[in-house]
């Protein structure tokens, strides 16, 4: 159908289709402008099987190292999130091998005094601020660390809900620490432990014990096709 | 022109329309919007299935081509198995985790064996939430009664009631296990309400609500030192002489071996078909979704249900050209956001239910009230910004931090400018047909989650995923799992597959492509050298 040629977006890197330089783990590669990371492996030919997942951003599967054209900083990225341009540099991160501590995070006594037996290095913390800037998610993972130690449970879990545990911030740093390991942790007993029991959740699965909606259930499938047609047509 | 220029309008008219109110369609209007516009009905893009348990049903020529498909497996491989257990769950998402966390805790052997690693799956990326009737004003009954709506009235009532009953227990499994629920003030959970939905019944952690669940879950398959076989890919299922599922046998991408695991009992947790790009759509599925576990289920014997179906979520990104087909939440349209066309205006109840939703951008983009990008893609105005001025500045930013950082990364904020949008493929409406225990037809044979069929009917409403995970994922588990200490590993053959060879040979032979897929064919073949280059 017509379609008013007034609505359109002009995409400069659409229209130019220019071809960029960039390298692949040290090898150079022409590629399309603008397209992903991790699309630029597809397109050199090269099979991917590990360092992609979800390619939505937020399973950490592909988690790359980069860099730019002249530039000396590496940087870190999701391959899925992140386009290419012309003199870039990456490799894809292999599985970093972090410890990661074993518990049962419901029979914990003491969650705050436990993160220092399972994660004993995490107090050792040097400040050099590197885990923060190796964050594709900008976590800020070094305060996220010390508010840890501190006992600050809740702010770690509100700091580390865009974590993707993609595990960047661990190979840098210098005290040991998987920092994305010990937020879990500290998460999962801030729920576990810290966060008030829902009470209008008790009584709900109560009233489904009880039986308190038998009637309306005897009623509800009880009906035919149309009397259950015009009842849900009722729900408001 | 410009992107900014175009989006003017949204701005302009921004005002007038919150103003507005627009009713939901009557029901036969609506079934003659869907008719004409939503892909399920596009008959160009369906086949009849020539063989098997589902003979001559209709689906996608995409996936009918892959259920007629031949195994990789040769009849005379040796099945001595590598691995033996008890129960054998096929997945890592939410519903595989759930599953083997469930088994693992009865005292029975479990092993999860997974094409990518753990947790890499849909799941990870749910981010409007799970619904669960806690409310007071609420009940499961209502849950119920909603789901069935937004389903057409096709759902599976047993395995719906089961669903909405067990979802509460759920919830409070999740939330000792640490999982993070939004809360109100009082400590009770919060809900928002989702499309299609009479109630506000999303229970939520921002907008990561399955990365949440799912680091949990992870960590507690980790904690539970549940053997993972991880890279490695399902390909065949096994059958004994009754045919009842006996195990699987495997193809570890990394080293390219066979693997055979014999299992008393299996769990398919698989998940859905996005990859498959059905009818040429984008998908905001993750790599692996390319409906493995209905190829497997298929050639052993068991019956699809509904597979004629599949959601196109209304809201997949158009631009920019990096994000196709990414999800934008529908929690910014439970939060108010309007859909708005090239002249500015409304043109559907925002909260109606997805196939409507997208029937209705199909229609407007169609009719020419779309937006085009240069690179050829069409779509409609998602007025994110409007969120920001009804409910205050940063709320966008504080609801939605996901999709801002996701839109951030390529230098556009989401809470100042509209988001173009367009349906992308989403989710399968059915699968292999379960019991309330999730088991298929074939003995010993379990399917849980996305690839399973029946309980969403022929639309899933927003929110019913998660809780579809959790709820069948322990009921597969636990079933299987109880079953183990009163049975006996059966033998390992390859029998339905001679069967299924036979029945094809019949029928002019399989559809010629190897299957199930495992991954999508993304990487570039070499352009064919021409004789003087």
Not at chain 1, 197 to 222: C, H, S, T, Y
Request: hydrophobic share 35%; net charge neutral; with cysteine.
């Amino acid at each position: 159908m017509a379609q008013e040629d007034t609505n359109v977006i002009d995409q400069p890197e659409v229209l130019r289709h220019k071809m960029v330089t960039i390298e692949i783990s040290g090898k150079k590669y022409e590629v399309p402008e603008g397209i992903t990371v991790i699309k630029a492996l597809w397109h050199t030919g090269q099979e991917v099987v590990r360092g992609a997942g979800c390619l939505g951003g937020f399973c950490g599967a592909c988690a790359t190292y980069y860099r730019t054209k002249d530039d000396p900083k590496v940087r870190t990225c999701l391959a899925c999130q992140m386009a290419v341009e012309d003199g870039m540099s990456f490799t894809i991160m292999p599985p970093f091998p972090a410890r990661k501590a074993l518990y049962d995070i419901q029979s914990l006594k003491d969650p705050k005094q436990d993160l220092f037996n399972l994660y004993p290095e995490a107090p050792l913390c040097r400040n050099c601020n590197a885990c923060t800037e190796a964050c594709p998610q900008k976590i800020d993972v070094r305060e996220g660390v010390w508010k840890a130690v501190f006992g600050d449970f809740k702010s770690v879990s509100e700091m580390f809900m865009d974590c993707v545990m993609c595990g960047m911030c661990t190979p840098v740093c210098i005290a040991d620490i998987a920092p994305n390991l010990v937020a879990l942790y500290v998460s999962r007993a801030q729920g576990a432990h810290f966060t008030e029991k829902p009470q209008g959740l008790d009584i709900r699965i109560k009233e489904i014990q009880d039986g308190r909606f038998k009637d309306e259930w005897n009623k509800v499938l009880a009906m035919n096709e149309q009397e259950l047609a015009d009842h849900c047509a009722k729900v408001k | 022109m410009d992107i900014h220029a175009l989006q003017q309008i949204v701005h302009q008219t921004r005002d007038a329309r919150r103003k507005q109110t627009i009713p939901k369609f009557a029901p036969a209007d609506r079934d003659q919007l869907i008719h004409k516009y939503h892909p399920d009905y596009r008959t160009s893009a369906y086949r009849s299935i020539r063989f098997g348990p589902n003979k001559n049903d209709k689906t996608v020529v995409e996936l009918a081509a892959l259920l007629e498909g031949d195994s990789s497996i040769s009849e005379s491989l040796d099945l001595t198995p590598h691995y033996t257990t008890d129960v054998l769950v096929v997945g890592g998402g939410g519903a595989g985790c759930a599953a083997a966390l469930h088994a693992y805790g009865t005292g029975a052997k479990v092993i999860l064996a997974t094409k990518l690693r753990l947790g890499d799956s849909n799941s990870v990326m749910a981010q409007g939430g799970m619904q669960i009737s806690v409310a007071p004003e609420d009940s499961p009954v209502t849950h119920f009664l909603d789901t069935l709506k937004g389903g057409h009235m096709q759902n599976d009532h047993e395995l719906l009631k089961v669903m909405v009953e067990d979802g509460p227990s759920i919830a409070k499994w999740l939330i000792e296990l640490g999982v993070l629920f939004d809360r109100q003030a009082d400590g009770n959970l919060h809900v928002k309400k989702g499309g299609g939905s009479s109630k506000p019944r999303l229970l939520t952690c921002s907008d990561y609500t399955g990365l949440e669940i799912m680091r949990v879950l992870k960590d507690e398959v980790l904690n539970q030192k549940i053997q993972l076989l991880e890279f490695c890919a399902a390909v065949e299922l096994l059958s004994d002489d009754n045919g009842h599922c006996t195990g699987a046998i495997f193809k570890d991408l990394d080293n390219h071996r066979q693997v055979v695991v014999a299992a008393k009992s299996v769990i398919l947790a698989t998940g859905g078909i996005g990859r498959l790009h059905i009818q040429g759509f984008p998908t905001s599925n993750h790599y692996g979704a390319t409906g493995d576990g209905l190829c497997l289920s298929y050639r052993i014997g068991a019956k699809l249900d509904h597979i004629d179906t599949f959601q196109y979520h209304p809201s997949g990104a158009v631009y920019p050209e990096q994000l196709i087909g990414a999800l934008v939440t529908e929690g910014i349209r439970s939060e108010g956001g309007h859909l708005v066309n090239a002249k500015g205006e409304r043109f559907v109840n925002e909260l109606d239910t997805r196939d409507v939703v997208s029937s209705s951008i199909i229609r407007e983009c169609e009719e020419g009230r779309g937006i085009r990008t240069m690179s050829g893609r069409v779509g409609v105005w998602l007025d994110t910004p409007l969120l920001d001025a009804e409910h205050g500045p940063g709320t966008v930013e504080k609801h939605f931090p996901a999709m801002m950082m996701q839109f951030e990364r390529f230098g556009i904020d989401i809470s100042k400018d509209p988001v173009l949008i367009y349906p992308t493929l989403h989710y399968q409406n059915g699968g292999v047909k379960i019991d309330a225990n999730s088991e298929t037809n074939v003995k010993n044979l379990f399917v849980a989650g996305e690839a399973s069929g029946g309980l969403h009917g022929r639309n899933r409403l927003m929110g019913n995923s998660l809780l579809d995970l959790m709820v069948f994922g322990k009921r597969s588990g636990l079933t299987a799992a109880s079953r183990a200490g009163s049975m006996s590993q059966g033998k390992l053959t390859l029998q339905h597959l001679r069967r299924f060879r036979a029945e094809a040979k019949q029928h002019g032979s399989s559809s010629g492509v190897i299957s199930p897929m495992i991954l999508p064919a993304y990487t570039r073949k070499e352009p064919e050298r021409t004789a003087n280059s």
